[in-house]
């Protein structure tokens, strides 16, 4: 039956392309994505993927768990759920927010998302017309700009440092636009161990970047997968937690915390801006997982959730370690790389000239892969840097991952210089 229907499909006698719409058309799959099967495949060392180690997921507790939800709460766990998501773990998380953040939950609903990758299409379904200003940092997360590409905003790119944002910068652009009459719709962060770069916004720069949002009435989309992922320095608190406007919508999620098997994050803002997102996602989906809704419930309800990150960070700390130290022993000179203290990712510039994704065929041909940074950025302008990932794989391995990379961009540094 299957040979006779790829026979039908291959007869060419259908133009498949033209019943695409034209959005669908100009869709590409997320490059990420498509070099993820091309190494999973290999004998490649990935320092591409951005994929939590299965060594940490919690599977004992999972299982006790799920036991305790099939066997107590089956009729609730196993049927459909409100679309806003299983009420008791919305109070449980808006309990925990408020407990580890100090947002306060009378300021904020919660709504339970398909990870929060939902939640960038749900936000680019709810607030984004066709040629909306909206600003992402650069580099900036890809699945978020093609999340929100698909409904044809208008990026501005602002550049990062160290410190993250660089909200002087922003502000500049604010005031040009201002003049011209034209004004932003959101801010697009990910403000805590960013993806790609692993660096942290600092305090300063997220409460001035609270107070342009209300002088120059913007939203901010703060995407926090990372931020209980450190590793070593000071908490800072998630802008939210300067949020007394509801401006900030908070994007959480179990992904790196718990299992991305569970598919599973939320929303966290203003009941005014939940009420609308909710009836944008009852056309995609109806509901979010309730089974699996029902255990991370139990999970931070009987705070499981708090004893597991502790042991998370045990397990992925000597991986960044290793890798920052691998970087400083075979990197040669002319190359940079961010510092992170904590998240999953180190970004790397090489010198001016190289261009990483031309680049990543030697590499691969090596024994290594990694992410080239050029579709990090909102116009692919840049193309010298790359992204690493350090908690997928062992200390042992990593430092060969980076010793194999490091031979490649020397070669391609004696190239560029003659």
Not at 255 to 279: C, D, N, Q
Not at 380 to 389: C, G, P, S
């Amino acid at each position: 039956m299957e040979e006779k229907l790829m026979r039908k499909l291959s007869s060419g006698s259908l133009d498949f392309e033209s019943y695409f719409s034209d959005k669908a058309r100009e869709m590409k799959a997320s490059e990420i994505r498509e070099l993820l099967k091309l190494v999973e495949t290999s004998d490649v060392i990935s320092l591409a993927g951005g994929l939590p180690a299965p060594e940490t997921f919690p599977v004992e507790k999972i299982k006790e768990i799920s036991q305790e939800v099939l066997t107590h709460h089956a009729d609730k766990a196993l049927q459909y759920g409100t679309t806003k998501g299983f009420t008791p773990l919305r109070l449980a998380l808006a309990d925990w927010m408020e407990k580890r953040y100090d947002i306060p939950t009378s300021k904020v609903e919660i709504m339970m998302v398909a990870g929060s990758q939902q939640a960038l299409d749900l936000i680019g379904r709810t607030f984004i017309n066709p040629g909306d200003l909206v600003v992402v940092e650069g580099p900036t997360y890809l699945a978020a700009l093609n999340a929100f590409k698909y409904y044809d905003p208008e990026f501005i790119s602002i550049p990062m440092d160290d410190n993250g944002m660089m909200v002087d910068l922003l502000e500049d652009k604010l005031k040009k636009l201002a003049a011209e009459g034209k004004k932003i719709k959101f801010v697009y962060t990910v403000s805590t161990f960013q993806n790609p770069m692993g660096v942290t916004m600092s305090l300063d720069r997220r409460k001035r970047l609270v107070e342009l949002a209300s002088e120059y009435d913007f939203l901010i989309v703060e995407d926090s997968p990372y931020a209980e992922l450190r590793y070593s320095g000071e908490p800072i608190p998630p802008i939210k937690h300067f949020d007394d406007e509801g401006r900030v919508l908070y994007l959480g999620t179990f992904s790196k915390i718990l299992a991305p098997g569970f598919r599973l994050g939320w929303v966290a803002a203003h009941p005014h801006f939940i009420r609308k997102m909710e009836i944008a996602k009852q056309a995609v989906d109806l509901c979010a997982n309730t089974l699996a809704q029902a255990i991370a419930w139990k999970f931070v309800e009987e705070g499981h959730l708090d004893e597991h990150i502790p042991k998370i960070i045990e397990f992925y700390k000597p991986r960044r370690d290793a890798m920052l130290e691998a970087l400083e022993e075979y990197m040669p000179e002319g190359v940079r790389w961010t510092r992170p203290e904590g998240g999953m990712f180190i970004w790397v510039t090489l010198p001016e000239g190289i261009d990483t994704k031309m680049m990543m065929e030697k590499a691969v041909a090596k024994g290594v892969a990694y992410v080239p940074g050029e579709a990090f950025f909102a116009h692919r302008d840049v193309k010298n840097t790359m992204r690493l990932n350090f908690t997928y794989v062992p200390e042992k391995t990593i430092r060969e991952g980076v010793k194999r990379l490091a031979e490649v961009i020397e070669e391609e540094i004696k190239a560029l210089r003659g």
